[in-house]
């Protein structure tokens, strides 16, 4: 009787064993699974992957070679991740493993996920593709009828992108959507703003005027300082990334017409209002960034910032925002190219400086 007990016992121990294997095996990971392989990632040293509000934030090592492999405890959904000055999108699910493959040297062409729920996170890929393809620098400074095309292509090639990726749910194309529309809509009232602050601005007409700016060699100086030169004019703001954003290319359209007839000009607008209250922060906060930066050319800080008479007369609103004026203090164009863009270059071909 002994015996039967105990083979009883040891069959019964036996089966939930096996039960308890089964149940581990089957039970979902609270955890999601992050992988791949990242070519050419020259001095990058991590993945960094982070939610809307920053609340959730996680850094990946990458290997020597590129490779990495890391788990993050999640709540489903839409995360950004970082690759130095790079950013994209992920959708991340826990018990779900995702790769991420990349050359860093082309991200945006090259960059590819696969695994589980990787459809969401390809379709945000070619997305930007598209918006990269089609929101070049020179929208801004195209005619209505061309600004209002660029928009129209770009729909027409997002509505064919979700045709491609039919299989994803209609709540996913909703909030997608709508991301399109809030963007066109901020994009146009941007347009027409600055479309508005240029009128009666126009090519030939005399070019408002700026007197005894601060320069940041402790000089003063007015436009009328380069009569006989072309002015190409940056007003920006320490404070702004797409001006900052600007300076390399701003550097290099400097040393190319190094010696020729024209002049570069930053007039920064910072002023009291965004640093504290107080004109002498603002001012150490510009000189700061000027030295750190090395920015060359004519480095001038506006007197009342955004108040200044030489910013209001043209009707700025938003920047960065370029200005070219001729050698006898006429408009070329109130609202030039950016450094960035290829057309600068043109136009200055075309007017022989």
């Not at 070679?65 to 000055?85: A, E, N, P």
């Not at 299989?167 to 600055?194: A, G, H, P, Q, V």
Request: glycine share 6%; proline share 3%; hydrophobic share 35%.
């Amino acid at each position: 009787m002994k015996f039967y007990l105990n083979a009883v016992t040891k069959n019964i121990f036996s089966v939930l064993l096996v039960l308890l294997v089964f149940t581990c095996k089957d039970a979902p990971k609270d955890y999601a699974t992050l992988s791949g392989k990242l070519s050419n990632k020259g001095d990058i040293e991590e993945l960094i992957v982070f939610n809307k509000d920053n609340e959730y934030r996680k850094k990946i090592q990458l290997n020597e070679d590129g490779t990495f492999s890391d788990t993050l405890k999640i709540v489903g959904g839409k995360y950004t991740f970082q690759l130095g000055k790079n950013f994209g999108f992920i959708y991340l699910k826990n018990d779900t493993e995702t790769q991420l493959n990349a050359d860093l040297s082309n991200l945006y062409e090259t960059l590819q996920f696969s695994g589980e729920g990787a459809e969401k996170s390809n379709f945000n890929t070619e997305n930007i593709k598209i918006h990269k393809q089609h929101l070049k620098p020179t929208l801004m400074s195209k005619s209505e009828e061309d600004f209002t095309a660029a928009l129209d292509i770009l729909s027409t090639d997002y509505n064919a992108l979700k045709e491609k990726y039919e299989n994803l749910d209609s709540e996913f194309f909703k909030t997608t959507d709508e991301d399109l529309e809030k963007l066109k809509t901020s994009l146009t009232t941007f347009y027409n703003k600055n479309k508005a602050s240029t009128v009666g601005l126009t090519a030939g007409t005399v070019s408002p005027v700026f007197s005894n700016y601060e320069n940041y060699d402790g000089s003063k100086t007015s436009l009328s300082d380069f009569k006989g030169k072309y002015v190409y004019i940056d007003v920006w703001a320490t404070w702004c990334a797409p001006c900052t954003a600007e300076i390399p290319a701003l550097k290099r359209l400097e040393k190319a017409y190094h010696n020729k007839n024209i002049a570069f000009v930053s007039l920064s607008v910072d002023d009291a209002r965004s640093n504290g209250g107080s004109m002498d922060n603002a001012r150490k906060k510009w000189r700061n960034l000027v030295k750190a930066k090395d920015l060359s050319g004519v480095q001038l800080l506006a007197p009342q910032g955004w108040q200044s008479q030489f910013v209001q007369d043209y009707g700025i609103r938003g920047i960065p925002r370029f200005i070219l004026i001729d050698p006898q203090g006429k408009i070329v164009n109130a609202n030039a190219p950016r450094p960035s863009n290829p057309e600068i270059k043109a136009l200055f071909d075309e007017l022989k400086i």
